[in-house]
């Protein structure tokens, strides 16, 4: 069968959107942002955050690696604010994360975006209300931009404790929140709660796993 060629070309047009379309299905698909680590990797990433700013007169983070590096800090001038900001090292904004009240006082939402970028999020991240929901163990649950009614990820655990796990959709681990220890001649002495470790398995973004972090401090602490 012959095809005119103005045919072809709106043939190839529609295809081309068809494409462009599907490559959006699936890039909605993936967030919140998952950034594979570099190829090959298969040691988990373990952070050191410690619950205090650098800056003077400043409530906020420090986060370092194994290697003692800097590799993320907050710098929050209020208590609770309705804004917190992941920066990197530099102090240039890694992600941002928004806080939207909820009516009747039920708890609040919290927007991420990377950068410093207000348009367009990359996910939801919601506190669990046990009023309204049944499981004890979960501590809030993240919502992709385009599947809001599916958790793409839940947080286990109990903050407060320093003893929480993310689970993807199939209930794999992909981040953990533990006490951090020391052993001291056979003795294991804890940091308190001040000081504790991010665990972080390979696949999944160490940023994405911190800003986790800070918006359940601000739900529990």
Known sequence: ?????????LSRAVHQEQVEQEK?????DEYPVIKIQEEGTLKSTCLTVWRK???????????????????YRVDNYIHNPNEVVLMDASGNSVLTM??????????????VYEGEGRESPICCVKKHVSILQGNPKVQAYVYRRHKPC?????????????????????GSEVAQIKRKEANTKNVNVSFGMDIF??????????????????????MFS
């Open 24 to 28: 959006e299905r699936n890039n909605n």
């Open 53 to 71: 700013s650098l800056v003077m007169n400043c409530k906020g983070f420090t986060v370092i690696d194994s290697h003692g590096n800097l590799v």
């Open 197 to 218: 470790q991010l665990l972080v398995h390979p696949g999944f973004d160490p940023a994405f796993a911190m800003a986790l972090v800070l918006l359940l401090d601000q």
């Open 98 to 111: 928004c806080r939207r009240s909820k009516k009747l006082g039920f708890g609040h939402s919290w927007y």
């Open 1 to 9: 069968m012959r095809v005119f060629p103005r045919l072809r070309s």
């Open 150 to 170: 599916v958790a793409a990820f839940t947080v286990e655990g109990s903050y407060a404790q320093r003893t929480c796990k993310v689970l993807d959709e199939c």
